[in-house]
Each structure stands twice: as C-alpha cells, then as structure tokens.
C-alpha cells in the first residue's frame, strides 16, 4: 500500500546498448515520469545517433514521443535529460549537454512503457548509454 506519492529510481549502467526499456507500469500503480537522464558513450562506428524517449500504451501503441535536437556522432560522449518544462536545448558550450523537454507531466497508467534508444541504431551492440529516471509513484485507492 501507497498511502501518499512517493519517489521511485530507475538506475541502469548495462553497456553495449542504445536501446533500453526503462520501466512498465506494474498493476496497482500509476507513475508520474519527472525526468530521464542518459550518458551516451558513443563507440567508433560511423553516422549520426539520434535519441528519442517514447511511451507506450499497455497495448504497444506509440502515445508519446520526445527526440533530441543534436546527433551524437562517433568517438563522442554526451549527456541527455528529458524533464517536463524545458524548451530543447541543444549544446551551444561544446560541453556535450542537451535538455529535451517533455509534456508537463506524463501520468502513466498501468501497462504504460517508457523506452529511450537511438532511432538510427547506428552500433547498438557496441554503444554505451547509462541510464537515471524519476518517477512519482501513486496508488489509487490506497
């Protein structure tokens, strides 16, 4: 039982991918997404990567999409964090930083899916992306 909204982490640091399920809404329980937070390690491979934050629907139908504005390119690392609010961001300092933003908040129901992953899946087996979320985590009729 949930009796108040609490906070719940996501902390992924698998490498060798750029495609990753951060969470399913289990049953029972309802999630505010407060932000996403990635390193991309990009490897040597050639071409353009080109992230995006997606939600599904307990069906698997595509109800949000959020993609960044830069490309990673080969040898390069870089920080992403999508958070509802923002205007995008793109690097204007050279620091490898971008903000993307999100609808002001997504509140997913039971079965919802939040997945980032390079949509251009240049080298996914060899790409390093590191991965943080929040949540706020809610049980109706607790």
Do not use: C
Not at 88 to 96: F, P
């Amino acid at each position: 039982m949930i009796p108040f909204p609490e906070l719940k982490a996501f902390h992924d640091v698998v490498a060798d991918d750029s495609d990753k399920v951060i969470f399913i809404v289990p049953n029972g329980e309802v999630y505010e997404l407060l932000w996403v937070h990635i390193q991309v390690v990009a490897s040597g491979g050639v071409g353009d990567r080109q992230f995006r934050l997606v939600v599904y629907d307990a069906g698997g139908n595509l109800t949000l999409q959020a993609l960044t504005g830069e490309f990673v390119t080969a040898g390069e690392t870089w920080e992403i964090t999508w958070t509802p609010g923002l205007p995008l961001q793109e690097d204007e300092t050279g620091l490898k930083i971008m903000l993307a933003p999100l609808p002001t908040p997504p509140l997913l129901p039971v079965g919802y899916a939040v997945r980032v992953l390079d949509v251009n899946a240049i080298d996914p087996n060899h790409d390093d992306m590191y991965l943080d979320a929040l949540v706020r985590r809610y049980q109706p009729g607790a």
